[in-house]
């Protein structure tokens, strides 16, 4: 995939054929975020959790700028008005979608694919199939 950070380019098929419940809709402060570790077969992978109202986002826990993670200290973010910023560097990026809004950035957010259902947040897979994955 052109423009994946490297680490979210070999996790993007890791996910299994299931889905997976990641948290309750209510775990994530509506207008913020929270960032969780998935286990996986392919070496795991940082994700961050957007909640605008009832609706939620996830992308991979990397600027595509640097590679680094965009949180300021593990699972805390800077989200106001819609965006999210990278701590490192200030890039800005689109809670709804992803794409890249300012600063050194030249793509956007890798998405997680993501489904909720009855107030449960979960990660729906398409990828290799009983893969161990997990949260930590």
């Known amino acids: 995939m052109f423009g994946a950070p490297r680490r979210a380019r070999k996790c993007l098929n890791a996910f299994p054929t299931m889905t997976q419940t990641l948290c309750r809709i209510d775990e994530i402060p509506d207008g913020d975020a929270i960032?969780?570790?998935?286990?996986?077969?392919?070496?795991?992978?940082?994700?961050?959790?957007?909640?605008?109202?009832?609706?939620?986002?996830?992308?991979?826990?990397?600027?595509?700028?640097?590679?680094?993670?965009?949180?300021?200290a593990p699972g805390r973010f800077m989200v106001r008005d819609g965006r999210i910023m990278c701590a490192v560097h200030g890039?800005?990026?689109?809670?709804?979608?992803?794409?890249?809004?300012?600063?050194?950035?030249?793509?956007?957010?890798?998405?997680?694919?993501?489904?909720?259902?009855?107030?449960?947040?979960?990660?729906?897979?398409?990828?290799?199939?009983?893969?161990g994955l997990g949260i930590r």
Do not use: K, W
């Open 91 to 131: 890039a800005t990026f689109a809670v709804e979608g992803g794409e890249c809004c300012g600063g050194p950035a030249r793509s956007g957010l890798v998405a997680v694919p993501i489904e909720v259902v009855d107030g449960d947040v979960r990660l729906v897979g398409a990828g290799i199939g009983d893969s």
């Open 35 to 72: 960032g969780l570790t998935l286990d996986a077969a392919a070496g795991g992978a940082d994700i961050i959790l957007l909640r605008q109202g009832r609706r939620v986002f996830a992308y991979y826990n990397e600027c595509p700028h640097a590679g680094r993670n965009l949180d300021y």
